[in-house]
Structure formats: structure tokens, C-alpha cells
């Protein structure tokens, strides 16, 4: 297993557009995790998962982000009519969550780019 | 969780030690200490946590004050590879999502 694969690394769409993101995280990690980073700033949460299910949504994550992980595996994060404001470098993360929390494994990010 | 204090940027010449403060003052009980950095054009990376002793990993060491206040994370010796963002985070470990808040985190620059 060679960590968390994030594809593709760089999209540049137009405003108005839609797109999306794929996670793979490690295999055995039951939990998922996506992530949003701005220049300068620390990740802001998005949202979560743990196996298929969605457990949590930041206030962040508006009407136009959807993010799905069928079968408790690979994740998607599909954001509809892209605006400038979504530029940023989107993260996916994953961790084993059985007794004590080791942290999480990031992936290199996929940096969004709407122009 | 709790809100951690760190200042914005540091310096280190290579092959130095390197010691990263950390306040956090409202620390709960159940609060962890997590310390990830950020690479250029990387995502975060682990580095250490700890409870309440000090920790020590094949990458750093993690000291935390008697009141838990405080934390500083150790480089024992910077290499230019060190150079990065770390942050340092609380997570409480009752939090069932395990979701790690980041701040701004302190840029290490290291000079040859």
C-alpha cells in the first residue's frame, strides 16, 4: 500500500463548471476524511466518513459539495458550479480507528484552480 | 477543541537542535497533543502525540509541561528536509469524529 492517493493532482476549471476529486485511502483505514486548504492557512475541515457513512459536515461544505464513499472504500468530492472562491487545495486524509487514535495519513491533495 | 498558540515563524541553521513551542492554555483533561507538518505542495504529516509524559519517535520528541499548558516539539538535529509548517493541535479523544482542527502553524525555515 503506498498511502493516501489523491487524483488529479491539479484541475483548472472554468466558473460554472463542474467537478471532481477521487480519494484512495489506505485499504485497512476505516475512517476518511476531506479537508480544504486555502494559501497561507491551516486545512479547514469538510466532512467525514467512517466506512460508507457520512457522519459529520462543516458548515464549509455548501449545497454545491457532495462527497460519497460507496462500499466504504474510495471517497468522490464533486463540487457543482465552481466559483473563484473554491480554489483551493482540497485534502483527503484516512486513519484506523480501533482503540487508541494514531492519526491520520494524508494524501498530496488535489489543488483546484477556477478561473 | 481547545485553541493553540504558536508563533508565526522560526529559524534554524542545519545539524542544530530545534525546539517549537506550543501554548495551550485550556487544555482539558481528555485533550490530546498532536503535532503534524506540511511539506511545500505536501499534504500534512504525522509527526508525534502524547497524554501527559513526554514522547520520543524515530522523528522528534514531544516535551509537555507538568500543567500540560504547554508543549514544545524537539528536532534533535534540523536537516533542510525539516523545513516545513508545523502544527500543533488538540483533540480531545472523547471527540467521536477524531477530527483534528488545524491553525496557522509556525514555518521552520532551516539555513545551510
Known amino acids: 500500500d503506498t498511502g493516501v492517493s489523491q487524483n488529479p493532482r491539479h484541475k483548472i476549471t472554468k466558473r460554472g463548471q463542474n467537478v471532481t476529486f477521487r480519494c484512495d485511502p489506505i485499504?485497512?483505514?476505516?475512517?476518511l476524511y476531506w479537508y480544504r486548504q486555502t494559501l497561507g492557512q491551516g486545512p479547514e475541515f469538510l466532512t467525514y466518513?467512517?466506512?460508507?457513512?457520512?457522519?459529520?459536515k462543516s458548515r464549509l461544505l455548501s449545497d454545491r459539495f457532495s462527497a460519497e464513499r460507496p462500499k466504504g472504500s474510495f471517497s468522490t468530492l464533486e463540487i457543482q458550479r465552481t466559483e473563484q472562491g473554491d480554489s483551493a487545495m482540497y485534502l483527503c486524509?484516512?486513519?484506523?480507528?480501533?482503540?487508541?487514535?494514531?492519526?491520520?495519513?494524508f494524501g498530496s491533495g488535489t489543488r483546484l484552480t477556477v478561473v | 477543541d481547545a485553541k493553540t498558540t504558536q508563533p508565526n515563524s522560526m529559524e534554524s541553521n542545519e545539524e542544530e537542535p530545534v525546539h517549537l513551542p506550543c501554548n495551550h492554555s485550556t487544555i482539558s483533561g481528555t485533550d490530546y497533543i498532536h503535532w503534524y507538518r506540511q511539506l511545500p505542495s505536501q499534504g500534512p504529516e504525522y509527526v508525534i502525540h502524547g497524554l501527559t509524559s513526554n514522547v520520543n519517535n524515530r522523528m522528534a520528541s514531544l516535551a509537555i509541561a507538568e500543567d500540560r499548558k504547554s508543549s514544545t516539539l524537539i528536532l534533535h538535529r534540523a536537516t533542510l528536509r525539516d523545513a516545513a509548517v508545523y502544527y500543533c493541535i488538540l483533540r480531545d479523544s472523547d471527540n467521536a469524529g477524531n477530527m483534528l482542527t488545524f491553525g496557522g502553524g509556525t514555518r521552520l525555515m532551516v539555513k545551510p
Open positions: 485499504s485497512e483505514h476505516n475512517r
Open positions: 466518513f467512517q466506512n460508507e457513512a457520512q457522519l459529520e
Open positions: 486524509a484516512s486513519s484506523l480507528v480501533q482503540g487508541i487514535f494514531s492519526g491520520y495519513t
